[in-house]
């Protein structure tokens, strides 16, 4: 190996080279786990003397070394799996509330998605409802729009309501888990979905669930 005498603007000497060039220093092999050291960040923080081609002695240069490292903090890996993760279980949240669910109906189970403007429609035809409507126009996914009844419209209503506050909750207790955990691995061990919710979240989730039903039931009622 070969080094380039000239120390760069860090303190530290550049990489070294494998070819001879002019200006360049025999550097011995025994003196590379003192310029690559494994315990540290960056390499080539070191003191050399030679004899003009040959490297001599070699031995690491703390000071320039913690100089550096002061002006280069590394990075928060940790912190950036977390913004990662948040985005992630943000955007699959999204994606289950706009996917839709499920609603008995009397043509049998029939699919309703949840786009803004699904969402919308929606609350039109349950306030028609409300108003006293006993039918309206309404359509499942992939179905000819058709009559629904007020039962139906209600019916859809109190599912889609569940839907979003299912996932809203979930979304929730998954983004207060990322940001308390302690290590990459943690982070990146949570995925959408309340299994394997830590113990507190998981009973504190099944309590605000659990509580909303109630009130939906008496609201209903």
């Known amino acids: 190996m070969y080094l380039n005498p000239k120390v760069s603007e860090n303190g530290s000497y550049p990489a070294l080279q494998s070819l001879p060039a002019d200006g360049l220093l025999l550097f011995p092999d025994k003196f590379l786990p003192v310029f690559y050291p494994e315990d540290k960040r960056a390499a080539g923080f070191v003191t050399i003397t030679d004899d003009r081609t040959t490297v001599t002695s070699c031995a690491w240069n703390e000071e320039a070394y913690q100089k550096w490292c002061s002006e280069n903090p590394e990075p928060d890996y940790l912190a950036e799996a977390k913004a990662n993760k948040e985005a992630e279980i943000s955007s699959s949240c999204n994606a289950a509330i706009v996917a839709g669910m499920d ?9 309703f998605s949840l786009q803004e403007t699904d969402q919308i ?3 039109t035809a349950y306030n028609a409802v409300l108003s006293g409507a006993s039918q ?3 359509h499942a996914d992939g179905q000819l729009c058709r009559m629904f009844t007020a039962e139906e419209i ?11 506050l299912y996932h809203t909750t979930l979304c929730n207790h998954l ?14 061990s949570i995925t959408y979905t309340a299994e394997g919710l830590p113990e507190d979240l998981a009973a504190n989730m099944a309590q605000v669930l659990a509580a909303a039903t109630s009130v939906s039931e008496e609201v209903s009622a």
Not at 157 to 164: D, E, L, Q
């Open 154 to 164: 209600t019916a859809i209503s109190n599912a889609s309501i569940a839907h979003k």
């Open 121 to 123: 429609n929606l609350t």
């Open 175 to 188: 983004l207060t888990w990322v940001r308390r955990a302690e290590t990459d691995l943690e982070v990146e």
């Open 136 to 138: 309206y126009p309404y």
């Open 103 to 111: 609603v008995e109906t009397t043509q049998g189970t029939e699919h």
